[in-house]
C-alpha cells in the first residue's frame, strides 16, 4: 500500500505498486481514527481502536511488538460508539455476512464513521483484534471460538 501526499509522489507510489501486479487500485485516502468492530452472532462487540506509534498501521506497524497500541473498549462516546457499530453492523449484513467477522472502520475528525472493509476470516491469534474484543466482552480466547462454532453449527442444523 502506497499513499501519495502530493502529486510529485505519484509517479514513485505507482511504479511501487506496480511492482506487486499488472493492475492497482487506487482510492481516496480516509483520514481519522482507526478502529475495528468484532461481530459476533450479528451483535458488535466492543470497538478496538488502533494507534500505530508512527506512520500507518501497515505491515510492520501490525505485526511488530510494540508498535502498535491498542485501546478497548475504544474511548468514544456512548452516541459515537453507538453510530460506528451500526455502520460496522450495517456493512456486515450488506454482505450477507453470518456467524462473525470483524469490520474495520475509519473514524473522519468530524465524526463521520466510513466502513474500509468486512473481514470474514479475521485472525484468530490472541493477540488479534476479534479477540480482543472479545475479551473487552468478557469472552476469553476459548469461549470465542465455542460461540463461533456454536453459530456455525446452528446455522447448519438449521438448513439441514
Same mark, same amino acid.
Request: charged fraction near 25%; hydrophobic fraction near 40%; charge should be negative.
Given at each position: 500500500?502506497?499513499?501519495? #501526499?502530493? *502529486? !510529485?509522489?505519484?509517479?514513485? =507510489?505507482?511504479?511501487? $505498486?506496480?511492482?506487486?501486479?499488472? !493492475? *492497482?487500485?487506487?482510492?481516496?485516502?480516509? *483520514?481519522?481514527?482507526?478502529?475495528? @468492530?468484532?461481530?459476533?452472532?450479528? #451483535?458488535?462487540?466492543? +470497538?478496538? #481502536?488502533?494507534?500505530?506509534?508512527?506512520?500507518? &498501521?501497515?505491515?510492520?506497524?501490525? &505485526?511488530? /511488538?510494540?508498535?502498535?497500541? &491498542?485501546?478497548?473498549?475504544?474511548?468514544?462516546?456512548? $452516541?459515537?460508539?453507538?453510530? +460506528?457499530?451500526? /455502520?460496522?453492523?450495517? =456493512?456486515?449484513?450488506?454482505?450477507?455476512?453470518?456467524? &462473525?467477522?470483524? *469490520?474495520? @472502520?475509519?473514524?473522519?475528525?468530524?465524526? !463521520?464513521?466510513?466502513?474500509?472493509?468486512?473481514?470474514?476470516?479475521?485472525?484468530?491469534?490472541?493477540?488479534?483484534?476479534?479477540?480482543? /474484543?472479545?475479551?473487552?466482552?468478557?469472552?476469553?480466547?476459548?469461549?470465542?471460538?465455542?460461540?463461533?462454532?456454536?453459530?456455525?453449527?446452528?446455522?447448519?442444523? @438449521?438448513?439441514?
Amino acid at each position: 500500500m502506497q499513499f501519495v #501526499e502530493r *502529486v !510529485e509522489d505519484w509517479t514513485a =507510489a505507482l511504479a511501487e $505498486a506496480l511492482k506487486f501486479d499488472s !493492475e *492497482v487500485m487506487v482510492e481516496e485516502k480516509i *483520514v481519522g481514527r482507526e478502529t475495528t @468492530v468484532g461481530i459476533l452472532g450479528g #451483535e458488535p462487540l466492543p +470497538i478496538v #481502536e488502533v494507534r500505530p506509534k508512527t506512520g500507518s &498501521y501497515n505491515y510492520q506497524n501490525k &505485526y511488530t /511488538a510494540g508498535c502498535t497500541e &491498542y485501546f478497548c473498549p475504544a474511548d468514544f462516546d456512548p $452516541a459515537m460508539t453507538k453510530r +460506528i457499530q451500526s /455502520a460496522a453492523v450495517g =456493512a456486515f449484513k450488506a454482505i450477507g455476512g453470518r456467524d &462473525y467477522a470483524r *469490520v474495520d @472502520v475509519m473514524v473522519r475528525p468530524g465524526g !463521520e464513521p466510513m466502513v474500509l472493509e468486512v473481514n470474514t476470516l479475521p485472525g484468530m491469534t490472541q493477540t488479534s483484534l476479534l479477540p480482543k /474484543a472479545a475479551a473487552a466482552a468478557g469472552l476469553n480466547y476459548a469461549e470465542l471460538c465455542q460461540q463461533m462454532v456454536e453459530l456455525a453449527l446452528k446455522r447448519k442444523l @438449521v438448513t439441514v
